[in-house]
């Protein structure tokens, strides 16, 4: 293969007991797959992610049909909102589904009335993030019409935190949380009785075991990257040793070997220009596939374990690599985020790199590119 990304499944299955270690033992873990297994691949990941989690979590009708299609029984969440046309394929495959508009959870009360089958699904409470969810104003109404809908089990109920992972300070998660209390005491008011009660992601499930509920979202932390150098940090704060390994490995092959005079130049926009005479070598990678182009002249990659800077622009489909000091030949293997010997680059690296967080770094890299499971 000319370009390809490796995923460790067995690193990504210590990861999920990683945290099955930190949680009490009646506390389940859905590991979240959505957005192609955050850009680690659905395919590869799912079936690996199923047999140690106890549920798994998507963000569409699509994905969650595409996990059904491997084989895998356990419950599945659908965690975005699905179109009414949808909702039959929702209910005949026992798919759980996030409600928060009471339209939605009409249609799959019709339904579940018509297939005879219950509509699993799961309420979404509005506690301070201000995207889906039902405001706690208006839940005493929404849960006393939803209870009111035939064919309905209302198994879950949940929200989501806006602050954790970024900020040292916990006072925003605490009044999501006393929010979240509220609502399920409304809930209950209403006789909504709740078997699946969820709050934490990554970040709660290491910063505040208080979150975890009946059940907790694994996402990030599955996949072996932090969500924030804040978590890593009030993580080892607290008390809350965990090893998480990487699962995910980019790499790809040197397709020419050139040799470049003091003067002359790399690339678009003449943005690289040689100080000494230097040996470049070209790799089919570029933004098309992921590969930020705000690392032009500031990514590096690895190269027989060594590092080797990007000079130039990041070009659609290609750039280029400084190998003056590296015995690089054509064909060689080349890594751009992952571990090669005993150098790393990591996508926190990337991530600082280009200005965002490590969850947009692996999941941008291009569906296209094969997913190849190691490690078995």
């Given at each position: 293969m000319l370009t390809w990304v490796e995923i460790d499944v067995a690193a990504l299955g210590r990861n999920i007991q990683a945290f099955r270690a930190i949680i009490p033992e009646q506390t389940s873990i859905m590991a979240v797959v959505k957005a192609n297994a955050y850009g680690h691949g659905l395919d590869v990941v799912a079936p690996v992610a199923a047999d140690h989690a106890d549920w798994l979590g998507v963000n569409s009708i699509e994905e969650a049909l595409a996990v059904r299609g491997f084989g895998i029984s356990k419950p599945v969440a659908i965690l975005g909102h699905t179109q009414a046309e949808h909702l039959e394929d929702v209910v005949r495959r026992e798919f759980r589904q996030v409600v928060y508009r009471l339209d939605v959870a009409a249609a799959l009360s019709q339904?579940?009335?018509?297939?005879?089958?219950?509509?699993?699904?799961?309420?979404?409470?509005?506690?301070?993030?201000?995207?889906?969810?039902?405001?706690?104003?208006?839940l005493p109404e929404f849960a006393s019409r939803v209870r009111s809908m035939p064919g309905l089990d209302i198994e879950g109920a949940y929200t989501h935190f806006a602050n954790i992972e970024d900020t040292l300070d916990p006072s925003f998660a605490q009044l999501q949380l006393q929010r979240?209390?509220?609502?399920?005491?409304?809930?209950?008011?209403?006789?909504?009785?709740?078997?699946?009660?969820?709050?934490?992601?990554?970040?709660?499930?290491?910063?505040?075991?208080?979150?975890?509920?009946?059940?907790?979202?694994?996402?990030?932390?599955?996949?072996?990257?932090w969500p924030s150098r804040e978590t890593q940090i009030a993580a080892r704060e607290r008390g809350r040793h965990i090893a998480l390994s990487p699962i995910l490995t980019w790499k790809t092959r040197v397709v020419q070997i050139k040799t470049i005079k003091p003067g002359e130049y790399v690339g678009y926009g003449l943005t690289f220009q040689a100080s000494r005479q230097t040996r470049?070598?070209?790799?089919?990678?570029?933004?098309?596939?992921?590969?930020?182009?705000?690392?032009?002249?500031?990514?590096?990659?690895?190269?027989?374990?060594?590092?080797?800077?990007?000079?130039?622009?990041?070009?659609?489909?290609?750039?280029?690599?400084?190998?003056?000091?590296?015995?690089?030949?054509?064909?060689?293997?080349?890594?751009?985020?992952?571990?090669?010997?005993?150098?790393?680059?990591?996508?926190?690296?990337?991530?600082?790199?280009?200005?965002?967080?490590?969850?947009?770094?692996?999941?941008?890299?291009?569906?296209?590119?094969?997913?190849?499971?190691?490690?078995?």
């Open positions: 339904a579940a009335q018509r297939m005879n089958k219950a509509a699993h699904i799961h309420l979404k409470i509005e506690t301070g993030t201000h995207r889906q969810g039902i405001p706690l104003d208006e979240f209390h509220n609502a399920l005491g409304i809930l209950e008011t209403a006789g909504v009785h709740p078997r699946h009660i969820h709050a934490a992601a990554t970040a709660g499930a290491l910063l505040y075991p208080e979150t975890g509920f009946t059940m907790i979202r694994l996402g990030i932390g599955a996949y072996g990257v470049v070598a070209v790799v089919p990678v570029g933004y098309y596939d992921g590969y930020d182009r705000k690392l032009s002249n500031g990514g590096r990659a690895l190269i027989h374990g060594r590092p080797v800077p990007v000079i130039g622009r990041v070009a659609m489909n290609m750039m280029i690599l400084d190998v003056t000091d590296a015995n690089a030949q054509p064909d060689d293997e080349v890594v751009l985020l992952g571990r090669q010997g005993k150098a790393e680059i990591r996508a926190e690296e990337l991530a600082e790199r280009i200005g965002t967080i490590a969850y947009e770094v692996v999941s941008r890299i291009n569906p296209h590119i094969p997913r190849v499971a190691v490690g078995l």
